[in-house]
């Protein structure tokens, strides 16, 4: 999923810019990240549902873990026990969780124009995309960073001719980040914060 370019969001602006959602159409704050994940029912965007989303800010070189936005959120069907395997959120727990609509709604408020990170986070994001274009009447503007494609740009940069190895808990060993809670939104989306603050410090700028 890519995101508008220079033209769409002059456009989206033109149209939006005097709506409810105005502050998403803004320019996004200087070195302000928010580091998005999300647990689901599956991997299949059309089919599957969110059950968990946790965003973690970072500025300035520092993740703000105290302002974390968390949601644990209802799934409109059922999921089977590989699901529950994989994010080891029961059923029972999932049905406490708040509406889908209700938590992108919440998370579109709090997330504003900051700048989005995430690992293979163009699957999150077409997740998110129904919703947010049902609550906001356009796709989400945010300029967006995958942890991997900066990993493999400079793995390919140290070593053009090696295999390239993006699996999550080798960046994060690489980077010298501890893995913090694996397959929980939050866990998930701190220790990306964690490898983008650990990967900046060696010099990678976007």
Known sequence: MSRPNALQRW???RQHGGGQWAALLEKSPPGEWVSLDLETTGLNPASDHILSLAAVPLCDGKVLLSQRFTRRIRPERGF???SIRHHHITPEEAALGVPVTQAVREFLAWLG???LLGYYLDFDLRML???VRHICGFSLPNRQQDLADAVLAEQRRRAPDAPPNLDFAHIAEVLGVPIIGRHTALGDATTV???WLALQSKGWRP
């Open 11 to 13: 456009w989206m602006r």
């Open 129 to 131: 995309a129904p919703h």
């Open 80 to 82: 089977d026990i590989e």
């Open 113 to 115: 124009s900051r700048a």
């Open 193 to 195: 914060a964690l490898c």
